[in-house]
T-cell receptor, first 112, second 117 residues
Framework: DAKTTQPTSMDCAEGRAANLPCNHS???????VYWYRQIHSQGPQYIIH???NNETNEMASLIITEDRKSSTLILPHATLRDTAVYYC?????????????FGGGTRLMVKP | GAGVSQSPSNKVTEKGKDVELRCDPI?????LYWYRQSLGQGLEFLIY????????KSGLPSDRFSAERTGGSVSTLTIQRTQQEDSAVYLC???????????????FGSGTRLTVV
């Protein structure tokens, strides 16, 4: 699986957009980009995923560069409850286990 | 059920004792995954199930660890002769299908916090 690089931590003001970057320069053509987050004392929560097109759902938007070597997760109006560790994961959809490998993630702190 | 349920939520055990951790996946989810997370660390993959079978057990840390799944539903992770380094939060996740679970996303439980004293 392609390796991802994320900043260790970020701060964001409440109500502002949180933009979380992820580098995955060795991504392969059949690998998707997944984002999960883990709020303190809870299990990880699926946010969004994409292949090459930008994606949006009720939680966030995912912007993938044209060369697919990096992506940005956008929380349009961050709230205090969005404080969590955000994981960017790259994985191909196939039958080889399909387990997700979680790296260190980005610790997002939303401040009042 | 509405979500992935894990029990117990907390377990304190003495070194050398055996423990069993239980995971009830979402009804109808055929794929089930076990991870563990040590304090302040990332998630470490342990094992996954396609239905009742576990094709790859290489993620289990030692032969003291075993897991089974029955009826395509409940899974049990057993740790024999627990050691202090086994202390961690053990997380279970399920997904609708193992053919393409990543597309549907994982749903995680809240975990079992195991403390070996």
């Amino acid at each position: 699986d392609a390796k991802t690089t994320q900043p260790t931590s970020m701060d964001c003001a409440e109500g502002r957009a949180a933009n979380l970057p992820c580098n995955h320069s060795t991504i392969s053509g059949n690998e998707y980009v997944y984002w999960y987050r883990q709020i303190h004392s809870q299990g990880p929560q699926y946010i969004i995923h994409g292949l090459k097109n930008n994606e949006t759902n009720e939680m966030a938007s995912l912007i993938i560069t044209e060369d697919r070597k990096s992506s940005t997760l956008i929380l349009p109006h961050a709230t205090l409850r969005d404080t969590a560790v955000y994981y960017c994961i790259v994985r191909a959809n196939n039958n080889a286990g399909n387990m997700l490998t979680f790296g260190g993630g980005t610790r997002l702190m939303v401040k009042p | 059920g509405a979500g992935v349920s894990q029990s117990p939520s907390n377990k304190v055990t003495e070194k050398g004792k055996d423990v069993e951790l239980r995971c009830d996946p979402i009804s109808g989810h055929t794929a089930l995954y076990w991870y563990r997370q040590s304090l302040g660390q990332g998630l470490e993959f342990l094992i996954y199930f396609q239905g009742n079978s576990a094709p790859d057990k290489s993620g289990l840390p030692s032969d003291r660890f075993s897991a089974e799944r029955t009826g395509g539903s409940v899974s049990t992770l057993t740790i024999q002769r627990t050691q202090q380094e086994d202390s961690a939060v053990y997380l279970c996740a399920s997904s609708l299908t193992y053919q393409n679970p990543l597309y549907y996303g994982y749903t995680f439980g809240s975990g079992t916090r195991l403390t070996v004293v």
